[in-house]
């Protein structure tokens, strides 16, 4: 009876473990509502619905934009703990789907765009979801453009999160220097890695299989 | 720089490895007796050692085989002891049923013969009576004709003629009936050839039932006396059995699996499709305890109606008992498979509700699903409530799985024993002749000085040395041997 008792426990000490590990995904996109990029934004619609395809029940996601100050959550224009019930996720899914569309349809052109406001952001959000995984797309070019009095010199604390930078084109001016588009990738890399994070880019849409 | 030295101790290099030959020679030689009895005692302790492995896992091997066989032949003979015992059981059913219509048999057996038996005695043939009016007639011809003789004889001619023809008229109609009851005889006959061939269907086959069981009875006799011939015949069908349920087990492995791929999705709307338990999904797992519990039932059903015996405990319960467990195995078998069967419409929903939202995040419009979608969830939903049942049959392969796994795992290890056995007798061989090369090949270099000392054992003794022998005193001990 006492081997039976200790069997018992030892399975039970097995099975269960101090700290549920968390397996769900977390995925929050920046999307760069700028002069320079607002006209890319239907091709964020494809990634968003792609993303929305890939994700599994209880993964969190959310699409916000980069515009002049991106560091409030009204810059967050869909968001979505999916229910651990499939059925349910499919619904929220959907509703998640629509609001997407109906931003693309009426977004307005920012005149600045403070990116490191929006990875901030969306820092934040994910490390309150608790995800297990921590990714953060940014469909933008890159270039931060910030307005006057707002302040962003500092770290942002990447340590667990992977930056994928999506469709980073290039500028006119780019193309006069190509060093410059160079120096700016270079920079967000050097950025993300300091604080332990994770950088890439990717610039063809159709190849999107491994960032999730 | 050590081998430069070596080749330094004379101004030659080829002289100097000549000496150092010489001397490893003369080295080798003096410790040629010492070097000998080392090898020789290093490969007989090895080959004694792996001799004595030998010789343990070949008593091992035979006290397995020995258990093997006595497990075999309880099984055999627990085995036969069912066949005949339900042989029994069919022979008395056969008997009660056939025997307890044996007086309505015989009643109508007697009944069709006692009415044959009257047919036949009213179809015998009587004789006309004897002409009577002959002894009449020769009076009359002696008769004168004038005193009217004439006319009496034909008078008499006409009443014999008369008579005649209602004597026959007679005879015809008694012909008649007398045919007509041989033809009431045949129905009967025919009856009776019924009645017979039945009886004698039956008896044949009670006599073949029982010439079964004198077979089955030889056999269990010989498995009682444990003969060879016994065991050889179990140890076969043992090895049938085994492959023959393992493939059926197999087959029965496919339906859970698909059963489990049944249930496993709609499971996730049940227990959360994000829950784990160690690094499986709970449910998963709990569509595979669904199906476990499904298989458990199956398998107590099986016991309570007898029909495997893989639990004492449950052969052992009372009828009454068994009956109540007969029917609450059954009532939560067929609450599981309708809950599966519920489960795999859900499973059908789903993936219409998955394509649809698929549909939309690719930029088409929602599928509506087509007309003959029906079929597919119909199926689905007979699957999921067919294959709880169909897994409950896996308990009958599964114990002569069980029972004969045991047989086959003996041998197995008998087997694996006897090879290890070999291969360490080869083992214990090859030591011992490899001492023996190594003996040989140590004398390989040798062979100069040991050809001089064969030369040196065979030269003739020095005449010198006899003569010397033979002037020398005899010694008082030398004497003193001889005298005895």
């Not at chain 2, 059963?259 to 784990?276: C, D, H, K, Q, Y």
Request: aromatic share 8%; with cysteine; glycine share 6%.
């Amino acid at each position: 009876m006492k081997r039976l008792v200790v069997l018992s426990c030892v399975l039970l000490a097995a099975c269960s473990q101090s700290a549920p590990v968390a397996r769900n995904n977390g995925v929050y996109l920046l999307l760069d509502t700028s002069g320079t990029y607002r006209a890319e934004l239907n091709k964020a619609q494809d990634v968003i619905l792609y993303t929305l395809s890939k994700l599994e029940p209880a993964d969190s996601f959310a699409v916000a934009r980069i515009d002049t100050g991106s560091f409030t959550e009204k810059n967050i224009i869909a968001k979505a703990t999916f229910d651990e019930r499939p059925s349910a996720a499919n619904a929220q899914k959907r509703v998640f789907a629509e609001k997407v569309k109906d931003f693309i349809s009426r977004s307005n052109a920012s005149q600045y765009t403070d990116i490191t406001g929006g990875l901030l952001q969306a820092v934040e959000f994910l490390n309150e979801k608790h995800t297990g995984r921590k990714t953060i797309l940014i469909f933008s070019d890159m270039d931060q453009d910030l307005q006057k009095g707002y302040v962003r010199d500092f770290q942002v604390p990447f340590k667990g999160f992977q930056v994928v930078a999506l469709n980073v084109t290039k500028l006119r001016k780019d193309n006069y220097d190509p060093r410059e588009y160079l120096a700016r990738l270079d920079h967000w890399k050097e950025e993300v890695e300091k604080s332990g994070g994770q950088f890439r880019v990717v610039n063809d849409l159709d190849r999107l299989d491994g960032v999730l | 720089m050590p081998t430069n030295f070596l080749f330094a101790i004379t101004p030659w290099p080829a002289l100097s490895a000549i000496i150092w030959v010489v001397v490893l020679i003369a080295v080798l030689y003096l410790a040629r007796h010492t070097a000998h009895q080392a090898i020789r005692t290093a490969s007989g302790a090895i080959s004694r050692g792996l001799r004595i492995a030998a010789h343990s896992v070949t008593h091992a091997q035979l006290r397995l085989a020995e258990r093997n066989r006595e497990v075999l032949l309880a099984a055999g003979r627990e085995a036969k002891e069912r066949i005949v015992e339900r042989e029994f059981m069919r022979v008395g059913e056969t008997v009660r049923k056939d025997l307890a219509n044996y007086p309505h048999l015989h009643r109508a057996l007697s009944e069709s013969i006692t009415q044959i038996e009257k047919d036949h005695q009213g179809a015998v043939d009587v004789p006309p009576d004897p002409p009577g009016w002959v002894k009449a007639v020769e009076t009359v011809s002696k008769l004168d004709a004038k005193n009217g003789g004439n006319d009496v004889l034909s008078d008499i001619h006409k009443s014999v003629v008369k008579a005649h023809k209602e004597a026959m008229d007679a005879y015809r109609d008694a012909s008649s009936e007398r045919h007509e009851l041989l033809r009431s005889m045949m129905p009967r006959w025919r009856d009776v050839q019924e009645i017979l061939a039945t009886v004698d269907k039956k008896v044949e086959g009670l006599l073949t039932r029982l010439a079964g069981v004198d077979r089955h009875m030889q056999e269990y006799e010989a498995i009682v006396k444990g003969e060879d011939k016994a065991v050889s015949v179990l140890s076969s069908s043992s090895l049938v059995h085994f492959f023959v349920s393992a493939m059926v087990l197999f087959v029965a492995l496919g339906g859970a699996a698909i059963n489990f791929t049944l249930i496993a999705r709609p499971m996730a709307e049940m227990v959360g499709g994000t829950s784990f338990i160690g690094v499986f999904k709970t449910a998963d797992i709990a569509a595979l305890v669904i199906i476990m519990v499904e298989i458990s039932m199956g398998l107590f059903l099986m016991e309570s109606l007898r029909i495997t015996r893989l639990f004492p405990v449950i052969s052992a319960l009372p009828d009454k008992m068994r009956r109540r467990m007969i029917y609450i195995t059954f009532t939560i078998l067929l609450l599981l498979a309708s809950v599966e069967a519920g489960l795999a419409y859900m499973r059908e929903v789903l993936l219409q509700d998955e394509l649809s939202t698929s549909a939309i995040l690719r930029g088409g419009e929602p599928e509506t699903g087509n007309q003959f979608m029906w079929i597919t969830t119909a199926a689905q939903m007979g699957m999921g409530f067919i294959l709880p049942f169909a897994l409950v049959f896996v308990a009958i392969p599964l114990e002569t799985f069980i029972h004969s796994l045991r047989t086959v795992l003996g041998l197995i290890s008998n087997a694996v024993l006897r090879s290890i056995a070999l291969v360490l007798r080869v083992f214990s061989s090859g030591f011992r002749h490899l001492g023996t090369l190594t003996e040989r090949l140590y004398d390989l270099p040798l062979f100069v000085p040991l050809w001089l000392e064969t030369r040196w054992a065979q030269r003739p003794p020095r005449p010198e040395a006899e003569e010397a022998a033979l002037s020398r005193p005899a010694r008082e001990e030398d004497l003193r041997e001889v005298a005895s």
